[in-house]
T-cell receptor
Framework: EAEVAQSPRYKITEKSQAVAFWCDPI?????LYWYRQILGQGPELLVQ????????DSQLPKDRFSAERLKGVDSTLKIQPAELGDSAMYLC??????????????FGPGTRLTVT | GENVEQHPSTLSVQEGDSAVIKCTYS??????FPWYKQELGKRPQLIID???NVGEKKDQRIAVTLNKTAKHFSLHITETQPEDSAVYFC???????????WGAGTKLIIKP
């Protein structure tokens, strides 16, 4: 069964350093989401892509976060500089184009980021 | 903005008993309502979902009911087992941009 791939699975970095996460969605999924999940809370959407275009990045802290999906397939989320409060699980999810059934979002295994 | 309220935040039930988690949503145009189960340190996994043209859906021990008029939906787990212990999230899909609005989660504890 096809799955969303993410790397790395774990990342420890010092504050003020740069960090990057990679996501490869399920083949054929036009929509890609990056979420941040703080322990004990629900996923918080950071950015949504439709193919290579950003649909919504209203919750992305743009002073330090950036996201791209240059060829409309895999995607990279970057944080520079990292802050202590960025420690969280970063989840990538993908789905078919918005109006296509099924509507399910499929999640990758996540990247656990710890900023020291 | 749109929101989803989920209750309770923690639910402790005896093994073998039933568990019910309830959610209400604000966007009357929402048309899809998934439930995700998340074990500690793992990804959310879809366990059941329902579209707005259906009132109830069942899959073995789990079922979801939807009341569009009242804008609420519920997850029912019968004959609970230790492996049901996890955090459960409900969500509602906005028809405007296809995004999921998530509830805050319910920690389900199954007591032996």
């Amino acid at each position: 069964e096809a799955e969303v791939a993410q790397s790395p699975r774990y990342k420890i970095t010092e504050k003020s350093q740069a960090v990057a996460f990679w996501c490869d969605p399920i083949s054929g999924h036009a929509t890609l989401y990056w979420y941040r999940q703080i322990l004990g809370q629900g996923p918080e959407l950071l950015v949504q892509f439709q193919d290579e275009s950003v649909v919504d990045d209203s919750q992305l802290p743009k002073d330090r976060f950036s996201a791209e999906r240059l060829k409309g397939v895999d995607s990279t989320l970057k944080i520079q500089p990292a802050e202590l409060g960025d420690s969280a699980m970063y989840l990538c999810a993908s789905s078919l184009v918005g109006q296509a059934i099924p509507y399910e979002q499929y999640f990758g295994p996540g990247t656990r980021l710890t900023v020291t | 903005g749109e929101n989803v309220e989920q209750h309770p935040s923690t639910l402790s039930v005896q093994e073998g008993d039933s568990a019910v988690i309830k959610c209400t949503y604000s966007d009357s145009a929402s048309n899809y309502f998934p439930w995700y189960k998340q074990e500690l340190g793992k990804r959310p996994q879809l366990i059941i979902d329902i579209r707005s043209n259906v009132g109830e859906k069942k899959d073995q021990r789990i079922a979801v009911t939807l009341n569009k008029t009242a804008k609420h939906f519920s997850l029912h787990i019968t004959e609970t087992q230790p492996e049901d212990s996890a955090v459960y999230f409900c969500a509602a899909r906005l028809s405007s941009n296809y995004q999921l609005i998530w509830g805050a989660g319910t920690k389900l504890i199954i007591k032996p």
